[in-house]
């Protein structure tokens, strides 16, 4: 976990006007979620009238994944790469949000997985930081087929269409340790061939992604902790 530079990211739905709360700031089609400190690796574009501002000139510049707002000087600073942090007097900082994907097409509807597992149908999350979703790979095909037991048990109880719901910068306990170096990319190929119930993305700075998987019951057992750089998924059937 990189120290001292998020805290737990607060999900906010897009909205038409503009303003600014203790947890987020939203700015017509862009978002971003406070974090802890000054980021020490920004650079400064000038002063601006407001953090929202700072948020539109962010949002426009693709490499930028966070900011920082000076609110005694108004000084606005991108930031390409998120590195460390430090509490300075007046200065905060704020990480950048993605909207929702599109969600068009059911890739379940064909039935594409054999009839001894069942199809999962498999998302981008709705809101992630910026820097991460840049190396997510939407070549998936958008579903895991799984022959875990509890999936077929909800397919017994009529409730066939099942889904991944998504937890970001949270630790998902109780993994069953089956894991490897692996993209996100083969995350959900990995699931279908180990049956697994739920999976877990892990970020870690400077070190290869890691890929864990669950096939035990429950879902979620025990705490769930915050952790940086972590995309959960974990599946809901009705």
Known sequence: MMAGVVLPVTVVFLVAMVHL??????????????????????????????????????????????FNFNDVTRECELVAAVAGS?????????RMLLPPTARIMDPCASSPCPANKVCVQHW?????PRDIMASLNYSSPGYVCSGHQWLLARRSENKTRCV???LVDIDYPNYDLVEKDALYAEALAYCSQNDCLSFLVHWPVGAPVRVYL?????QIA???NPLKDVITWYPECR
Do not use: D, I
């Not at 203790?22 to 979620?33: F, L, M, R």
């Not at 400064?44 to 930028?64: D, E, F, I």
């Not at 981008?124 to 992630?128: E, G, L, M, Q």
């Not at 669950?214 to 429950?218: G, R």
């Open 164 to 166: 991944y719901k998504s």
């Open 222 to 224: 025990g705490s769930l």
């Open 214 to 218: 669950k096939t035990s019951s429950p």
């Open 21 to 66: 709360s203790g947890a987020a700031v939203v700015a017509s089609t862009y978002s971003a979620a406070t974090m802890a400190g000054k980021l020490l690796s920004g650079a400064s574009v000038g002063a601006v009238t407001n953090p929202q501002r700072c948020l539109q000139l962010c949002g426009g510049a693709p490499a930028c994944v966070a």
């Open 124 to 128: 981008p999350p709705s809101y992630v």
């Open 86 to 94: 430090a509490v300075l007097p007046g200065w905060r900082s704020f």
